[in-house]
């Protein structure tokens, strides 16, 4: 019985279809202008037979259809079926497109494909699942009325006759343009350009910015009077402190150096978001397809300043350069706003903040590498020069630049500098320290020591060899027995004779 229960178990595990969660995405702008196109793409992440569902949406949305896929569109009105006749991989199978209606508020709409599935190669049907995206009607943007606002020229005291001028704008603010005004004359004093005070001894003579109407007086100083620029130092419990002072015989003036920048007060762009700060110059935008214009409304921080920028810009797919210039008449600030429209069907992606390594290897040594980890000790062989050094972001938009790792020295610094997607940098660095020479080659010295006492002990050896051979030998002779009568008194000594050699 239990063998049984087994091999159902098994044949259940092998022959089951495979139930899974659909790999279909359907990505959609997350808000779009009632009344325009709105286009989805349908995405699979992988290589099957085909794919279906039923797609359903609200009254607001009119489905037309899929277009530029690379499945072969079977649909049948809202039941979807896509088959994949080519035998392509993960891919974006097409695009849903659909007719929006104008709205007189903002609204969000669910477009649903109930059931979606796929089917598998082998034949197998995976799970099915319901797909639902929200996507943001909103209203077309209102026409401002134009404001014209009144610019009366007083020549403050001088000579000459100007007419009122005016300009007209749907913003809060607009430009009166000065440049082609002839100047005015007094006796003794010279004009410097148009201000907004009776007083003024600065002002334009290119444009002034209004936002109601307005005087505007003619601005004069003497006309022996030179405008002597100083510039002065001076330190104060630890802070320097810069001042420039303008002097004439009447007057006499002094700005801090912190005051000599033109700066926004604010910056609107309608409908985005942008991260303003004054101190900040040039900004980046990213916007879809269907924005097809940008409207701009901007402020100085600073009196008697003109700004000159388009209030409302018409878009180029690709990137467009937006300029706004501030002046007072002696001083330029320029902010920049460069924005890129996408290609329709583009999504806005974030870019990465991500600079972190995935790996840093160094060739023969082991640092114990860490991603949060940026400064690193190593000590190397006195007679190294160069480290093979090989890294991977863990962003694969990052870049990386690896320095110091040839011509290494003592106190040599290796860097690995990264830079995310988005401009964020982070420097992993490994200080090298270097063994002196002794360190390095001591296993040497050893052994050149071992080898010349070895030698030594040899000849020690060989020398107390010698001279024990030096030593005086005894031999014994023996004499052959002679016939001849011996003496008596030699009778009784033994036939031995000793020979020293």
Not at 176 to 193: A, I, Q
Request: proline letters at 3%; hydrophobic letters at 30%.
């Amino acid at each position: 019985m239990k063998k049984l229960k087994y091999f159902l178990a098994l044949f259940c595990l092998i022959f089951a279809p495979k139930i899974v969660n659909a790999e279909i995405s359907l990505i959609c702008p997350s808000s779009i202008t009632g009344g325009n196109t709105l286009s989805c793409e349908l995405v699979v992440t992988d290589t099957y037979k085909s794919v279906s569902g039923s797609l359903t949406v609200p009254s607001t949305l009119k489905y037309t259809g899929i277009y530029d896929g690379t499945y072969k569109n079977l649909s049948a009105g809202n039941d979807l079926y896509l088959r994949n006749d080519n035998n392509v991989g993960a891919s974006k199978i097409g695009y849903l497109h659909f007719d929006t209606q104008e709205v007189a508020s903002s609204t969000t709409v669910e477009i649903t494909i109930k059931a979606s599935s796929y089917i598998y190669s082998d034949g197998t049907k995976s799970s099915e699942r319901d797909i639902k995206r929200l996507v943001t009607l909103n209203p077309k943007p209102t026409t401002a009325p134009s404001k014209t606002y009144k610019v009366v020229l007083d020549v403050n005291g001088g000579t000459g006759t100007y007419e009122v001028l005016t300009c007209t704008t749907k913003s809060s603010k607009c430009n009166v343009k000065l440049s082609n005004l002839k100047d005015p004359t007094r006796e003794g004093k010279t004009f410097t350009g148009w201000g907004g005070a009776k007083t003024c001894t600065t002002g334009s003579k290119t444009t002034y910015s209004v936002s109601k109407d307005t005087t505007l007086y003619a601005c004069w100083i003497d006309a022996s009077a030179t405008p002597e620029t100083t510039t002065t130092t001076t330190k104060q419990g630890g802070t320097t402190t810069k001042t420039t002072t303008t002097t004439t015989k009447q007057t006499t003036t002094t700005t801090s150096i912190s005051d000599m920048k033109l700066y926004l007060k604010s910056l609107n762009i309608e409908n985005q978001k942008i991260d303003f700060s004054k101190f900040k110059t040039n900004y980046e935008l990213k916007v879809l397809y269907e924005v097809e214009n940008l409207k701009i409304t901007a402020e100085a921080a600073n009196e008697n300043v003109t700004l000159e920028y388009p209030q409302e810009v018409n878009l180029e797919v690709g990137e467009n350069d937006i300029e706004i210039k501030l002046t007072d008449g002696t001083l330029t600030s320029v902010y920049t706003i460069k924005v890129t429209r996408l290609k329709e069907g583009e999504e806005i992606t974030t870019a990465s903040k991500d600079a972190t390594l995935k790996t840093l290897t160094l060739s023969g040594y082991n640092i114990g590498f860490s991603q949060t980890q940026t400064v690193y000790e190593l000590k190397v062989k006195y007679n190294v020069s160069t480290i093979a050094v090989t890294a991977a972001p863990n962003d694969a938009n990052a870049k990386y630049v690896i320095t110091g790792n040839t011509d290494i020295k003592n106190g040599s610094v290796i860097k690995v500098d990264v830079q995310a997607e988005d401009g964020t940098l982070i420097s992993y660095k490994i200080n090298i320290t270097k063994e002196s020479f002794f360190e390095t080659f001591r296993l040497y010295f050893i052994i050149g020591a071992g080898v010349v006492l070895l030698i030594l002990v040899a000849l020690i050896i060989i020398d107390k060899s010698k001279k024990k051979n030096k030593i005086p030998k005894t031999t014994v002779v023996k004499k052959a027995p002679s016939t001849a009568k011996k003496p008596a008194q030699a009778a009784n000594k033994p036939n031995v004779e000793v020979l020293k050699m």
